[in-house]
């Protein structure tokens, strides 16, 4: 999306001049300056409440003399501001030329002071159990504008602690500020209108529609965007303090739409998953189903060690081996989407250092029209990138099978798809050697002569294409179990010993530069320019493909199509 | 020569043989204001409402031919009339009078009004606790649809417009009016913020809408009858008109007084026409119209400027019941229903019992009427049960200033304007109060130490 064309307005705050973007909100034009007006219901992907009141601000504008309409200066040679009577919300403010604003006077000072006063009387103050504690923007104003001490003496309110309002999310009455993120949220992000208030005044509930459950599969952004602790995740409640977790920039796998995310993990152990904004790409949203993914890297049956004929062995041992059979010839390649854009391209290499069909597996998914689209990979369109493949992958491998059958094809090379479940019959499997790069055991394991393992996103980094055409890096967030190596160093020190060569360290760094050589539209390009918000490139060589994604929060084909027949 | 009424509103209201049936309505010529009226250009009636200087008569007293010229005709969206039947502000109740009284001088000033601001739909949202005048009103519109005084092409004018009665759900936020807009349209009757939401731009479904309150869209058939260079010579300048006063509370003839604006004092009001109070009993304070208003504590001297341009000084009982006077001394006449008690009410409880109300109607949309009020309610009624402690009469006063004037809607003001008025005005009752009650704990204590327990 590109930034639209605006004109900038000078705006006066606290005595300093801004040039702002015209008719932008007063919260977010001050952030362009690093300046933070404290507020809790604003969000910048949601219509205005202006119910918590934190934001009040002193705004006035310059004042016109009635009879000639200009405007009045005062005697120090400065225009005559005409202040409101009362202070405004800043969230419902928007910058136009000329806008006076005061946020330091001690009424705004009371202001703040007031209402975070009135947010902690019927608060139950139990940060030292709140998952939130740490990542609160009731802890983070209270610092700056708390009393220290409380002057209410009466009882507090006593609400439910522990309400399901869905699968995934739950409900701690007495933390909420009634602050309505979350019901906008669901009736205009993720169109499911079915949280509501109940109840009047202090005594106020969020609850669901009769008969209803906050089960879409957009319902844990609520936990996300919920300013307090009262939305909190049933899978991460309770489970680990949020300043012990390291954040790591990721992509989601989901599909192609390429959510960017944050993997937190504390001693190599992911705890949870939660979106990072790209304006581009998912704003500040993720799938509910997209922050599960990373249940499936602690698992009993990894693929944790290198395997010659069922049998562990050294890396070197089963690497010569896969080497030796792909240089036998007849070799056939089945190439993943969820592999990332470096792992492609040393696939690729190897695919020219001993020849072979590639084909790729159809992997349809349901589109939603928000963050999930109807290709349910990660990283397709890097296989049309890296040459790969020129044509979308067909529901089945036919024309694979048929080699595989007639004796063209003798040794597989497979990377992350299991072909049993594809339909490939036992007595198939066993007509061809199989090398299998995978994360998990299945039949393609236990068939293949030669196991390499592989890694889940979480454990490597490397960048996706997106179905923008947007190159999006990921980090590794946790290391792999031990025995294992990243696919960039299999699959290098691979075409390595196909080649005949010695292998030096494989990494998206150090691949880069080949990267930016062989593959036109990335010529320039570097790992580093990739920035953590992508880099869009020029797809015009493929825009003959139909590839099938409908309408998503960011991505209209339509839109993409229009602009490359003009 | 004692203060006398002048009856415009209510004119036939409590007449005897006087009924609510559109014949006797029509006897007493009724309809035939809107009969001329609807001969007239639309603009020319709008033109007569400005010049009548009309204030409306919910509370806020904004007047109303400045509201009905904020309507936003350019965007091309229909126009709304909301008739404001709400009557929720506690002490008031003049609107009951007219709507189960005569409800055919209502429907005809909705469908004036309706005409003159060429709205397409009208609506009379009235409250919950009104079953009967709900059903008194719904039988009045049948009867002005059957003669065509409303409905399609009213009297063969070509213009139409129908009224639907809505009923709120006993909600006191409902008469704030975008919250009203809110419950109309199904809603949560949750307040709009201002801006963008003005109604006159933003109003019911974003058109553009006008809400009055009852009384007002009477005295606009009323201003269309006499036109408003008459109507602005009745009163004082700046509020024209009648003010109907319901006054209760100590009083004698506690009830319904409508009173030429201006032209009579409080001395006049709660003396001659409502008796005075008891015998024996003496007037401590009064709250001019509506509980939210700043309540007046007799022996208050107020320094204001006469009609006449000079200084001069009033006693509450000097007040002259017109806006300007009340607003001179601190306060506001409101909806005119004024509240009068004596030396023998308890000013602390009497603040409890108002602090409840608005614990209990704030709607909990924005934090400092949510939490302030509910406080307020907490700290009062601790003060009242014994628990009270001297720091509490300030700590009153700083919640409510922490409340008035950061608020979405004009609930902020009501919850905190009784305590910011009370608490100073009548602070030597609270601290004896509260002394009391430090002596008896201290006292209660020391029996308890010596193992005596107090009967």
Same mark, same amino acid.
């Given at each position: 999306?590109?930034?639209?064309?605006?004109?900038?307005?000078?705006?006066?705050?606290?005595?300093?001049?801004?040039?702002?973007?015209?008719?932008?909100?007063?919260?977010?034009?001050?952030?362009?300056?690093?300046?933070?007006?404290?507020?809790?219901?604003?969000?910048?992907?949601?219509?205005?409440?202006?119910?918590?009141?934190?934001?009040?601000?002193?705004?006035?504008?310059?004042?016109?003399?009635?009879?000639?309409?200009?405007?009045?200066?005062?005697?120090?040679?400065?225009?005559?501001?005409?202040?409101?009577?009362?202070?405004?919300?800043?969230?419902?403010?928007?910058?136009?030329?000329?806008?006076?604003?005061?946020?330091?006077?001690?009424?705004?000072?009371?202001?703040?002071?007031?209402?975070?006063?009135?947010?902690?009387?019927?608060?139950?103050?139990?940060?030292?159990?709140?998952?939130?504690?740490?990542?609160?923007?009731?802890?983070?104003?209270?610092?700056?504008?708390?009393?220290?001490?409380?002057?209410?003496?009466?009882?507090?309110?006593?609400?439910?602690?522990?309400?399901?309002?869905?699968?995934?999310?739950?409900?701690?009455?007495?933390?909420?500020?009634?602050?309505?993120?979350?019901?906008?949220?669901?009736?205009?992000?993720?169109?499911?209108?079915?949280?509501?208030?109940?109840?009047?005044?202090?005594?106020?509930?969020?609850?669901?529609?009769?008969?209803?459950?906050?089960?879409?599969?957009?319902?844990?952004?609520?936990?996300?965007?919920?300013?307090?602790?009262?939305?909190?995740?049933?899978?991460?409640?309770?489970?680990?303090?949020?300043?012990?977790?390291?954040?790591?920039?990721?992509?989601?796998?989901?599909?192609?739409?390429?959510?960017?995310?944050?993997?937190?993990?504390?001693?190599?152990?992911?705890?949870?998953?939660?979106?990072?904004?790209?304006?581009?790409?998912?704003?500040?949203?993720?799938?509910?189903?997209?922050?599960?993914?990373?249940?499936?890297?602690?698992?009993?049956?990894?693929?944790?060690?290198?395997?010659?004929?069922?049998?562990?062995?050294?890396?070197?041992?089963?690497?010569?081996?896969?080497?030796?059979?792909?240089?036998?010839?007849?070799?056939?390649?089945?190439?993943?989407?969820?592999?990332?854009?470096?792992?492609?391209?040393?696939?690729?290499?190897?695919?020219?250092?001993?020849?072979?069909?590639?084909?790729?597996?159809?992997?349809?998914?349901?589109?939603?029209?928000?963050?999930?689209?109807?290709?349910?990979?990660?990283?397709?369109?890097?296989?049309?990138?890296?040459?790969?493949?020129?044509?979308?992958?067909?529901?089945?491998?036919?024309?694979?099978?048929?080699?595989?059958?007639?004796?063209?094809?003798?040794?597989?090379? @497979?990377?992350?798809?299991?072909?049993?479940? !594809?339909? *490939?019959?036992? =007595?198939?499997?066993?007509? /061809? %050697?199989?090398?299998?790069?995978?994360?998990?055991?299945?039949?393609?394991?236990?068939?293949?002569?030669?196991?390499?393992?592989?890694?889940?996103?979480?454990?490597?980094?490397?960048?996706?294409?997106?179905?923008?055409?947007?190159?999006?890096?990921?980090?590794?967030?946790?290391?792999?179990?031990?025995?294992?190596?990243?696919?960039?160093?299999?699959?290098?020190?691979?075409?390595?010993?196909?080649?005949?060569?010695?292998?030096?360290?494989?990494?998206?760094?150090?691949?880069?530069?080949?990267?930016?050589?062989?593959?036109?539209?990335?010529?320039?390009?570097?790992?580093?320019?990739?920035?953590?918000?992508?880099?869009?490139?020029?797809?015009?060589?493929?825009?003959? @493909?139909?590839?099938?994604?409908?309408?998503? !929060?960011? *991505?209209?084909? =339509?839109?993409?199509?229009? /602009? %490359?027949?003009? | 020569?004692?203060?006398?009424?002048?009856?415009?509103?209510?004119?036939?209201?409590?007449?005897?043989?006087?009924?609510?049936?559109?014949?006797?309505?029509?006897?007493?010529?009724?309809?035939?204001?809107?009969?001329?009226?609807?001969?007239?250009?639309?603009?020319?009636?709008?033109?007569?409402?400005?010049?009548?200087?009309?204030?409306?008569?919910?509370?806020?007293?904004?007047?109303?031919?400045?509201?009905?010229?904020?309507?936003?005709?350019?965007?091309?969206?229909?126009?709304?009339?909301?008739?404001?039947?709400?009557?929720?502000?506690?002490?008031?109740?003049?609107?009951?009078?007219?709507?189960?009284?005569?409800?055919?001088?209502?429907?005809?000033?909705?469908?004036?009004?309706?005409?003159?601001?060429?709205?397409?739909?009208?609506?009379?949202?009235?409250?919950?606790?009104?079953?009967?005048?709900?059903?008194?009103?719904?039988?009045?519109?049948?009867?002005?649809?059957?003669?065509?005084?409303?409905?399609?092409?009213?009297?063969?004018?070509?213009?139409?417009?129908?009224?639907?009665?809505?009923?709120?759900?006993?909600?006191?936020?409902?008469?704030?009016?975008?919250?009203?807009?809110?419950?109309?349209?199904?809603?949560?009757?949750?307040?709009?913020?201002?801006?963008?939401?003005?109604?006159?731009?933003?109003?019911?479904?974003?058109?553009?809408?006008?809400?009055?309150?009852?009384?007002?869209?009477?005295?606009?058939?009323?201003?269309?009858?006499?036109?408003?260079?008459?109507?602005?010579?009745?009163?004082?300048?700046?509020?024209?008109?009648?003010?109907?006063?319901?006054?209760?509370?100590?009083?004698?003839?506690?009830?319904?007084?409508?009173?030429?604006?201006?032209?009579?004092?409080?001395?006049?009001?709660?003396?001659?026409?409502?008796?005075?109070?008891?015998?024996?009993?003496?007037?401590?304070?009064?709250?001019?119209?509506?509980?939210?208003?700043?309540?007046?504590?007799?022996?208050?001297?107020?320094?204001?400027?006469?009609?006449?341009?000079?200084?001069?000084?009033?006693?509450?009982?000097?007040?002259?019941?017109?806006?300007?006077?009340?607003?001179?001394?601190?306060?506001?006449?409101?909806?005119?229903?004024?509240?009068?008690?004596?030396?023998?009410?308890?000013?602390?409880?009497?603040?409890?019992?108002?602090?409840?109300?608005?614990?209990?109607?704030?709607?909990?949309?924005?934090?400092?009427?949510?939490?302030?009020?509910?406080?307020?309610?907490?700290?009062?009624?601790?003060?009242?049960?014994?628990?009270?402690?001297?720091?509490?009469?300030?700590?009153?006063?700083?919640?409510?200033?922490?409340?008035?004037?950061?608020?979405?809607?004009?609930?902020?003001?009501?919850?905190?304007?009784?305590?910011?008025?009370?608490?100073?005005?009548?602070?030597?009752?609270?601290?004896?109060?509260?002394?009391?009650?430090?002596?008896?704990?201290?006292?209660?204590?020391?029996?308890?130490?010596?193992?005596?327990?107090?009967?």
């Amino acid at each position: 999306m590109s930034a639209p064309a605006t004109n900038l307005v000078t705006i006066n705050v606290d005595g300093r001049d801004y040039q702002v973007p015209a008719g932008m909100n007063l919260i977010d034009a001050l952030e362009l300056f690093g300046l933070e007006i404290p507020h809790y219901c604003y969000h910048p992907k949601l219509t205005v409440a202006g119910n918590c009141r934190m934001c009040l601000v002193e705004t006035g504008m310059p004042m016109r003399d009635r009879t000639t309409n200009q405007f009045i200066i005062e005697p120090d040679g400065r225009m005559k501001i005409g202040w409101g009577p009362k202070p405004a919300v800043a969230c419902t403010t928007n910058c136009t030329a000329g806008l006076h604003v005061r946020t330091n006077t001690p009424v705004v000072k009371d202001c703040r002071e007031g209402v975070m006063e009135f947010l902690l009387v019927n608060h139950p103050l139990d940060c030292p159990i709140c998952d939130q504690a740490g990542e609160c923007k009731l802890q983070e104003f209270a610092t700056d504008y708390g009393r220290g001490y409380s002057r209410f003496i009466e009882e507090k309110n006593v609400k439910p602690k522990r309400t399901r309002l869905g699968p995934r999310v739950t409900l701690d009455d007495e933390r909420c500020i009634l602050c309505s993120r979350c019901v906008r949220f669901c009736a205009e992000i993720a169109k499911d209108p079915v949280l509501g208030f109940i109840e009047r005044g202090s005594y106020s509930t969020l609850t669901c529609y009769p008969g209803r459950e906050l089960d879409n599969n957009y319902s844990l952004n609520t936990v996300d965007i919920c300013p307090v602790g009262a939305l909190t995740s049933t899978d991460f409640r309770f489970k680990m303090r949020v300043w012990f977790l390291k954040p790591v920039p990721s992509i989601c796998t989901e599909s192609s739409v390429g959510a960017n995310t944050e993997v937190w993990s504390r001693e190599g152990k992911i705890y949870r998953i939660t979106p990072r904004e790209n304006n581009a790409v998912n704003d500040c949203w993720m799938s509910d189903s997209g922050r599960e993914l990373y249940k499936q890297v602690e698992s009993p049956l990894r693929i944790d060690y290198f395997a010659v004929n069922n049998g562990k062995c050294a890396p070197d041992q089963a690497l010569a081996r896969a080497a030796e059979l792909l240089k036998g010839g007849g070799v056939g390649y089945v190439g993943s989407a969820q592999s990332s854009l470096e792992e492609q391209f040393l696939l690729g290499q190897l695919v020219k250092a001993a020849p072979g069909p590639v084909a790729f597996v159809k992997h349809a998914g349901k589109g939603d029209g928000l963050l999930i689209s109807n290709d349910a990979t990660p990283n397709l369109r890097g296989a049309f990138l890296t040459g790969l493949v020129r044509e979308l992958p067909k529901a089945n491998l036919d024309e694979l099978r048929q080699k595989v059958e007639s004796g063209a094809i003798q040794t597989l090379f @497979v990377v992350h798809e299991d072909l049993a479940a !594809l339909g *490939f019959s036992d =007595a198939l499997l066993r007509r /061809v %050697k199989i090398i299998y790069l995978g994360t998990h055991t299945n039949l393609m394991s236990e068939h293949a002569q030669v196991v390499l393992p592989g890694l889940t996103v979480f454990e490597k980094s490397g960048s996706f294409v997106n179905q923008q055409w947007r190159v999006q890096r990921f980090f590794q967030a946790v290391p792999g179990p031990a025995g294992t190596a990243p696919d960039i160093q299999v699959l290098g020190q691979l075409l390595a010993r196909v080649q005949g060569e010695s292998a030096g360290g494989f990494s998206p760094e150090a691949i880069w530069p080949q990267i930016s050589t062989v593959i036109a539209p990335l010529a320039g390009w570097t790992w580093e320019s990739l920035g953590l918000q992508g880099r869009v490139l020029d797809a015009s060589s493929w825009a003959h @493909v139909p590839f099938p994604e409908g309408k998503s !929060l960011r *991505f209209d084909p =339509a839109a993409v199509t229009a /602009v %490359k027949a003009g | 020569m004692p203060v006398q009424e002048r009856r415009i509103i209510y004119r036939h209201i409590d007449e005897p043989g006087y009924t609510i049936d559109l014949a006797c309505y029509q006897r007493h010529g009724g309809y035939e204001v809107l009969r001329k009226a609807l001969q007239r250009k639309p603009e020319e009636l709008v033109q007569e409402v400005k010049d009548s200087a009309l204030r409306g008569r919910g509370g806020a007293g904004f007047p109303t031919g400045m509201k009905w010229g904020f309507l936003d005709r350019k965007s091309g969206k229909p126009v709304y009339l909301i008739c404001n039947a709400d009557e929720s502000e506690p002490g008031t109740y003049k609107d009951r009078q007219i709507i189960y009284k005569d409800p055919h001088q209502l429907i005809e000033g909705v469908v004036i009004s309706s005409f003159a601001i060429q709205a397409k739909q009208a609506f009379i949202y009235i409250r919950g606790e009104m079953f009967e005048g709900f059903h008194i009103l719904e039988k009045a519109i049948e009867e002005a649809r059957a003669a065509n005084f409303l409905g399609d092409n009213i009297l063969g004018s070509g213009y139409s417009v129908d009224v639907v009665v809505h009923r709120g759900a006993g909600c006191y936020i409902c008469g704030e009016e975008t919250g009203m807009i809110e419950s109309l349209e199904g809603k949560r009757a949750y307040p709009r913020i201002k801006p963008p939401y003005f109604p006159a731009v933003l109003g019911l479904y974003n058109c553009p809408t006008i809400v009055n309150n009852v009384e007002t869209l009477c005295q606009v058939k009323h201003v269309i009858d006499m036109g408003g260079k008459e109507f602005v010579k009745i009163g004082v300048p700046g509020d024209s008109g009648t003010h109907i006063w319901g006054i209760s509370g100590h009083v004698a003839k506690p009830g319904y007084y409508e009173i030429e604006s201006g032209k009579a004092t409080v001395r006049d009001l709660v003396y001659d026409l409502a008796g005075g109070p008891a015998a024996g009993r003496t007037i401590k304070a009064i709250i001019p119209g509506g509980v939210s208003m700043k309540i007046l504590r007799m022996g208050e001297k107020f320094k204001v400027k006469l009609p006449d341009g000079s200084a001069g000084e009033w006693g509450v009982l000097d007040i002259p019941l017109d806006s300007g006077s009340f607003m001179q001394c601190g306060t506001s006449l409101g909806t005119g229903g004024m509240i009068v008690m004596d030396d023998t009410t308890d000013m602390v409880e009497a603040l409890a019992n108002l602090n409840a109300f608005y614990a209990h109607e704030t709607c909990g949309q924005c934090t400092p009427c949510r939490e302030g009020s509910l406080w307020l309610k907490k700290v009062t009624h601790r003060v009242c049960n014994g628990g009270g402690r001297l720091e509490d009469i300030d700590l009153v006063k700083n919640i409510a200033d922490q409340i008035a004037g950061r608020t979405i809607c004009a609930h902020g003001e009501a919850a905190a304007w009784p305590c910011q008025s009370n608490v100073p005005k009548f602070r030597d009752e609270w601290e004896e109060k509260i002394r009391a009650q430090m002596q008896a704990r201290e006292h209660g204590e020391l029996a308890a130490r010596k193992g005596l327990r107090l009967v």
